[in-house]
């Protein structure tokens, strides 16, 4: 296993998942594009008073190796040049993260995302992550991890400090992943001269409305929210939620300031 050096690097949380693969592809595309390193980390819980220690250890520890040496394998398998360093650590997988988090230029986890989870339909770590993280945070729903061809970037234009953060956070996805992109207001145009390569449909959003892009029928594969949501992305109830964020079947980046 690599450490981790001085350098930043796009850390994914790997617990063995199909969504966690997701996530490490996703990243892996973002690594390529920041000129990065992509960290993939693995958490063993620790257990209170466990009673074989050396064996559930050693356990943990081989259940960990596989975990990323699958991941590892998915994303070498893009047949992209990136570099790949991987970590075993102890402790709550939420806490470990958010730590991982200040020295990372992003952070990548899976999430099911059920639609019968009615409380913390992104899971309980990604949801500590949105709140707590010290870095931009893109949560992956298994089986739809953002990628070209497969769906619009979506974001909403509003009066918060971060906006233009994550309004060009949305444009650079799209740049990248070569998707077209859906603001949600009316304050558009500084915007669309500074992208003049990325398709960009506009929607009215409603005050109050949860369902503002109804008639948007085309499929959605990433929302880009700014910090003022992060809280309401940690507590997140299905279906009044953020008005992006009703597309329960996509991807979420979150913009930290």
């Not at 050396?54 to 699958?70: G, I, M, Y």
């Amino acid at each position: 296993m690599t450490q981790q050096g001085e350098s930043k690097s796009v850390v994914v949380g790997i617990d063995g998942s199909q969504a966690a693969i997701d996530a490490a592809i996703w990243a892996g595309e973002e690594a390529i594009s920041r000129d990065m390193p992509l960290r993939l980390v693995y958490v063993c819980p620790v257990k209170q008073a466990p009673s074989k220690p050396a064996e559930d250890l050693r356990w943990n520890v081989e259940r960990a190796e596989s975990a990323l040496r699958r991941a590892e394998a998915q994303v070498q398998g893009m047949q992209k040049l990136v570099q790949v360093e991987s970590a075993i650590l102890r402790g709550r997988p939420d806490r470990v993260l958010i730590d991982e988090s200040r020295e990372a230029a992003m952070m990548c986890v899976g999430s099911a995302g059920s639609e019968r989870v009615t409380r913390m339909p992104l899971g309980s770590t990604a949801a500590a992550l949105a709140k707590h993280a010290q870095c931009p945070v893109a949560i992956a729903r298994t089986g739809c991890a953002p990628q070209p061809d497969s769906g619009w970037i979506a974001a909403a234009i509003n009066d918060e400090p971060d906006n233009d953060a994550v309004v060009h956070q949305a444009m650079q996805q799209a740049r990248l992943r070569k998707a077209p992109v859906l603001l949600i207001d009316r304050r558009l145009n500084s915007w669309v001269r500074r992208y003049p390569d990325v398709h960009v449909q506009t929607v009215a959003a409603r005050p109050g409305a949860t369902r503002n892009v109804e008639h948007h029928r085309e499929p959605i594969q990433l929302v880009v929210v700014g910090s003022a949501d992060a809280d309401h992305l940690a507590r997140l109830v299905l279906p009044d939620c953020h008005p992006v964020l009703r597309y329960a079947n996509c991807s979420v980046l979150l913009v930290l300031r």
